[in-house]
């Protein structure tokens, strides 16, 4: 059983910055796509950042130019590097994990989600 399990969330003001860390551990076969959703109330998960094993990365329009994704393949562990945060990047942030090395998905493992709060 894979497990994953995010940190780093939490309450920043606008313009400022965060890291979100998500670890994946666990399963029989190795971890190969990695990526990071977000959520609001009423509103679909969105795919924000997405990462292989091999480096290949995605990178959602809205966070563009502000936003990073990386990845330790020795810690299973990818990072979401938040820069330049607006009140509408608030959400809860879930992080996601699969064999598979699709960016889009879909992703098997899921984390419990860490909270973003942006004041303005």
């Known amino acids: 059983q894979v497990h994953v399990v995010e940190s780093g969330g939490g309450v920043v003001q606008a313009g400022g910055s965060l890291r979100l860390s998500c670890a994946a551990s666990?399963?029989?076969?190795?971890?190969?796509?990695m990526a990071w959703y977000r959520q609001t109330p009423g509103k679909q998960r969105e795919l924000v950042a997405s990462i292989t094993s091999g480096g290949r990365w995605h990178l959602a329009d809205a966070v563009k130019g502000r936003f990073d994704i990386s990845r330790d393949n020795a810690l299973n562990t990818a990072y979401l590097h938040m820069n330049s945060l607006k009140p509408e990047d608030a959400a809860t942030y879930y992080c996601?994990?699969?064999?598979?090395?699709?960016?889009?998905?879909?992703?098997?493992?899921w984390g419990q989600g860490t909270q973003v709060t942006v004041s303005s």
């Open positions: 666990g399963g029989r076969f190795a971890i190969n796509a």
């Open positions: 996601a994990a699969d064999e598979d090395y699709r960016l889009d998905g879909p992703y098997a493992y």
